[in-house]
């Protein structure tokens, strides 16, 4: 009887086509198997396949293959040539075509003009996650979608079980937009973050004890992204400042000698300090460093 139901309960899953099977789409493919979900993967080094294989996936031996499989494809390769590649000469005629695959908004959005010329539905993925937070839903780790919202409300429940979604709307390039703008946000923190560390290098002072108070610090700045988007949509740049632009240019030259002390090179901290400098150039000593966005705008 247990097994009968456990075969009734896979039958009600939706069954999911898997595109490369690398670290991440291992992790993809085990929580979807875990869950009930039969599975056919796909991987241009077979060997890979072997392990999920052994757990219950169907192994497909071409990419075509695997997209006749199920009506479902869900596609998570290195880079978007490789999905033009993987995917060339394949049926997509009636497909559910999800591409999880790193891509920039431009190429999210031709890709979207490519499978739906070639009859698939399309649906764009960015991956705000590592493989060891998929199917782990406490570790916090979820996915941009966009493109078709039909076909999101279609799909959720399977594309919620490796993490939690997060639609952000029709243009297939957002989910690559949102994706890219967090990250790059992230390597700005791990550049503030180098540069603290560099300047305690070479003092007797242990890098693990500056490490929570850097921690704290920075979850403490946080929030501040908030007042800066309630500005960019207000126009008012001034709203709220409790810092000005005039008072924190004044204070860089004690960080840049700071660094020139510590024998600290300040590349990551003055490109960022040039264009606050640029900013106070224009007569905008009153703001917040709002206005830095600004300059960046081409």
Same mark, same amino acid.
């Given at each position: 009887?247990?097994?009968?139901?456990?075969?009734?309960? *896979?039958?009600?899953?939706?069954?999911?086509?898997?595109?490369?099977? %690398?670290?991440?789409?291992?992790?993809?493919?085990?929580?979807?198997?875990?869950?009930?979900?039969?599975?056919?993967?796909?991987?241009?080094?077979?060997?890979?396949?072997?392990?999920?294989?052994?757990?219950?996936?169907?192994?497909?031996?071409?990419?075509?293959?695997?997209?006749?499989?199920?009506?479902?494809?869900?596609?998570?390769?290195?880079?978007?040539?490789?999905?033009?590649?993987?995917?060339?000469?394949?049926?997509? *005629? %009636?497909?559910?075509?999800?591409?999880?695959? *790193?891509?920039?908004?431009?190429?999210?959005?031709?890709?979207?003009?490519?499978?739906?010329?070639?009859?698939?539905?399309?649906?764009?993925?960015?991956?705000?996650?590592?493989?060891?937070?998929?199917?782990?839903?406490?570790?916090?780790?979820?996915? !941009?979608?966009?493109?078709?919202?039909?076909?999101?409300?279609?799909?959720?429940?399977?594309?919620?079980?490796?993490?939690?979604?997060?639609?952000?709307?029709?243009?297939?390039?957002?989910?690559?937009?949102?994706?890219?703008?967090?990250?790059?946000?992230?390597?700005?923190? !791990?550049? %503030?973050?180098?540069?603290?560390?560099?300047?305690?290098?070479?003092?007797?002072?242990?890098?693990?004890?500056?490490?929570?108070?850097?921690?704290?610090?920075?979850?403490?700045?946080?929030?501040?992204?908030?007042?800066?988007?309630?500005?960019?949509?207000?126009?008012?740049?001034?709203?709220?400042?409790?810092?000005?632009?005039?008072?924190?240019?004044?204070?860089?030259?004690?960080?840049?000698?700071?660094?020139?002390?510590?024998?600290?090179?300040?590349?990551?901290?003055?490109?960022? !300090?040039?264009?606050?400098?640029?900013?106070?150039?224009?007569?905008?000593?009153?703001?917040?460093?709002?206005?830095?966005?600004?300059?960046?705008?081409?």
């Amino acid at each position: 009887m247990a097994q009968n139901t456990v075969e009734q309960d *896979t039958m009600k899953k939706t069954p999911v086509t898997l595109l490369g099977i %690398g670290a991440m789409g291992t992790a993809l493919a085990r929580t979807w198997l875990a869950t009930g979900h039969p599975l056919t993967v796909w991987n241009r080094t077979p060997a890979r396949a072997a392990a999920l294989a052994a757990e219950g996936a169907a192994v497909a031996d071409s990419a075509a293959e695997a997209v006749a499989a199920n009506p479902l494809v869900v596609v998570c390769l290195l880079d978007d040539a490789s999905v033009g590649e993987a995917l060339a000469g394949t049926d997509l *005629t %009636g497909k559910d075509l999800v591409n999880l695959t *790193t891509s920039t908004p431009a190429q999210a959005r031709a890709r979207d003009e490519w499978a739906r010329a070639r009859g698939a539905r399309y649906l764009d993925g960015g991956i705000m996650a590592v493989p060891p937070m998929i199917g782990v839903p406490e570790a916090g780790g979820y996915v !941009f979608y966009s493109g078709s919202h039909d076909l999101f409300e279609r799909h959720r429940p399977t594309l919620a079980v490796p993490a939690g979604t997060r639609y952000v709307g029709e243009d297939a390039g957002f989910a690559a937009l949102h994706d890219v703008a967090l990250l790059s946000a992230m390597y700005g923190m !791990f550049a %503030g973050a180098a540069h603290a560390f560099a300047l305690i290098r070479k003092e007797d002072i242990d890098p693990t004890s500056l490490a929570p108070l850097l921690a704290d610090w920075l979850v403490a700045m946080a929030p501040a992204v908030h007042q800066t988007a309630g500005q960019l949509r207000s126009g008012d740049y001034t709203q709220g400042v409790v810092s000005t632009l005039a008072m924190q240019v004044a204070g860089t030259p004690t960080f840049l000698s700071t660094a020139e002390q510590q024998g600290v090179s300040p590349e990551l901290l003055t490109p960022y !300090f040039r264009l606050m400098r640029r900013r106070l150039a224009e007569g905008s000593g009153d703001e917040d460093l709002t206005g830095v966005i600004d300059l960046l705008l081409r």
